[in-house]
């Protein structure tokens, strides 16, 4: 990978610092941590349990602020911006595929993706439009009409996939997106998470626990003690 100016990256993390409480003093979780994801690119993180991952992923979502650093989506620099400012990037910019799915029980396939445009305030027709050809393309198109329940959890996972590709988004993240599914369908999820990243030009960091999203890596960082390094075992 050749190195790239931040304007070209929609997604880089710059000297994040994080601490939280620890009893009477403060335990650092992130420190100097510094990434940049090229368009198309796909990242897996790794790290052991309470390693920070999580809380890096919600920084990098825009979901929490980092104590110093910066995340900067796209261009645009977020560590000053309002609430309401990181909240229309997050809308705009961010697609987010959550560990299991968190679709909503009583909307069907095609509706939990409708109402991220509704949410943003987009036209109803040209949702339906879209959430029917996303679905199609993660292979759900015979079951755009059935509810969470009816559903498999690899297929509720294919939702998860294709809502979070609604706003068209520029960067794609996902905390361990497989890790409540079988190996089989884990290799699945992964390989079209990096399908559409890699097909679509979106920087993609994915949070994982299981083996199935570092066969799709193209490259592996690790997050250890707080530091975040590159790992030379995926890709070329
Ligand atoms: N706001 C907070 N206050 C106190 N402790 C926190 C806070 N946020 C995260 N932590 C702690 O930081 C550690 C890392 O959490 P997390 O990011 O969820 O790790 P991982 O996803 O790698 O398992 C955990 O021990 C967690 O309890
Ligand atoms: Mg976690």
Same mark, same amino acid.
Do not use: F
């Given at each position: 990978?050749?190195? =790239?100016?931040?304007?070209?990256?929609?997604?880089?993390?710059?000297?994040?610092?994080?601490?939280?409480?620890?009893?009477?003093?403060?335990?650092?979780?992130?420190?100097?941590?510094?990434?940049?994801?090229?368009?198309?690119?796909?990242?897996?993180?790794?790290?052991?349990?309470?390693?920070?991952?999580?809380?890096?992923?919600?920084?990098?979502?825009?979901?929490?602020?980092?104590?110093?650093?910066?995340?900067?989506?796209?261009?645009?620099?977020?560590?000053?911006?309002?609430?309401?400012?990181?909240?229309?990037?997050?809308?705009? =910019?961010?697609?987010?595929?959550? =560990?299991?799915?968190?679709?909503?029980?009583?909307?069907?396939?095609?509706?939990?993706?409708?109402?991220?445009? &509704?949410?943003?305030?987009?036209?109803?027709?040209?949702?339906?439009?879209?959430?029917?050809?996303?679905?199609?393309?993660?292979?759900?198109? &015979?079951?755009?009409?059935?509810?969470? =329940?009816?559903?498999?959890?690899?297929?509720?996972?294919?939702?998860?996939?294709?809502?979070?590709?609604?706003?068209?988004?520029?960067?794609?993240?996902?905390?361990?997106?497989?890790?409540?599914?079988?190996?089989?369908?884990?290799?699945?999820?992964?390989?079209?998470?990096?399908?559409?990243?890699?097909?679509?030009?979106?920087?993609?960091?994915?949070?994982?626990?299981?083996?199935?999203?570092?066969?799709?890596?193209?490259?592996?960082? &690790?997050?250890?003690?707080?530091?975040?390094?590159?790992?030379?075992?995926?890709?070329?």
């Amino acid at each position: 990978m050749t190195t =790239q100016t931040s304007s070209t990256n929609p997604l880089v993390l710059d000297a994040l610092r994080v601490a939280v409480p620890d009893g009477e003093t403060e335990r650092v979780l992130l420190e100097r941590v510094d990434l940049a994801v090229a368009p198309g690119e796909v990242v897996v993180l790794t790290g052991g349990s309470g390693s920070g991952k999580s809380t890096l992923l919600a920084i990098t979502g825009l979901l929490r602020r980092t104590d110093s650093g910066d995340v900067v989506i796209a261009g645009e620099s977020t560590a000053k911006a309002s609430e309401k400012r990181r909240s229309a990037i997050r809308g705009s =910019q961010i697609g987010i595929i959550y =560990q299991s799915a968190n679709l909503i029980s009583s909307l069907t396939a095609r509706e939990q993706l409708e109402v991220v445009y &509704h949410i943003a305030g987009k036209k109803r027709s040209e949702a339906r439009l879209r959430a029917a050809d996303l679905l199609e393309i993660v292979g759900l198109g &015979h079951r755009m009409d059935a509810l969470p =329940q009816h559903l498999s959890g690899g297929e509720r996972q294919r939702v998860g996939v294709a809502r979070s590709l609604m706003s068209n988004p520029s960067v794609l993240l996902a905390d361990e997106p497989t890790a409540s599914l079988d190996p089989s369908l884990s290799a699945d999820i992964a390989r079209l998470i990096a399908d559409e990243a890699h097909k679509r030009g979106l920087a993609a960091l994915l949070v994982t626990h299981d083996d199935a999203p570092l066969e799709v890596a193209d490259r592996h960082v &690790h997050l250890e003690r707080g530091r975040l390094s590159e790992l030379a075992d995926v890709g070329n």
